[in-house]
């Protein structure tokens, strides 16, 4: 588990450039960026779905109440797996392809993470590290799927 947790984040760093340069291929209607969007984009929400099983480098929270549980243990798992849902059903809506669908239950999840970490750092200051990793991952990643929730993208 120490290998995958130390080898995620490069493999996300990777994957995410590939995806933006695919991103940007498509945009200039350069050979071979729907390619590099169905490599990378998928790999990408491989690399989130493998993170919620990675457990957090914090200090156990003082009080074993259910905030705590939900704030360590159920809430970044739940994030993690929505934010693979929302750069697949984003890539199924870059694409042009049916399976655009994951977009709603996954930026509406995302959504009401957000508020969640935000009350646990408000809540606990001593978890600003740990929750902002994850806010740094999800405000842009639900941005991104809004703007192609609201938006289909005819490239």
């Known amino acids: ?3 995958l947790a130390k080898i995620n984040r490069p493999l996300e760093f990777i ?3 590939a995806a ?6 498509k945009a200039l209607h350069l050979v071979g960026g729907n390619d590099i969007l169905l490599l990378s984009m998928p790999l990408l929400a491989l690399v989130y779905f493998i993170r919620s099983f990675i457990p957090i480098d914090a200090p156990p ?8 549980l939900f704030g360590f243990t159920i809430l970044p798992k739940v994030a993690m797996i929505s934010c693979a849902m ?4 984003s ?3 870059i694409l042009n392809l049916y399976g655009d669908r994951l977009l709603f239950p996954g930026c ?3 959504a009401i993470a957000t508020v969640a970490f ?3 750092i408000i809540r606990d200051w001593a978890t600003y590290k740990v929750m902002t990793g994850y806010l740094l991952r999800i405000v842009p990643i639900f941005l991104f799927g809004l703007f192609h929730f609201k938006n289909p993208v005819v490239f």
């Not at 929270?61 to 705590?68: G, L, Q």
């Open 20 to 25: 933006l340069i695919g991103l940007f291929f």
């Open 118 to 120: 935000i009350y646990f």
């Open 91 to 93: 890539m199924f809506n």
């Open 61 to 68: 929270p003082a009080e074993h109440d259910f905030a705590s």
């Open 86 to 89: 929302v750069v697949l059903g």
């Open 1 to 3: 588990m120490k290998l």
């Open 108 to 110: 509406t999840v995302l």
């Open 15 to 17: 994957f995410l450039a």
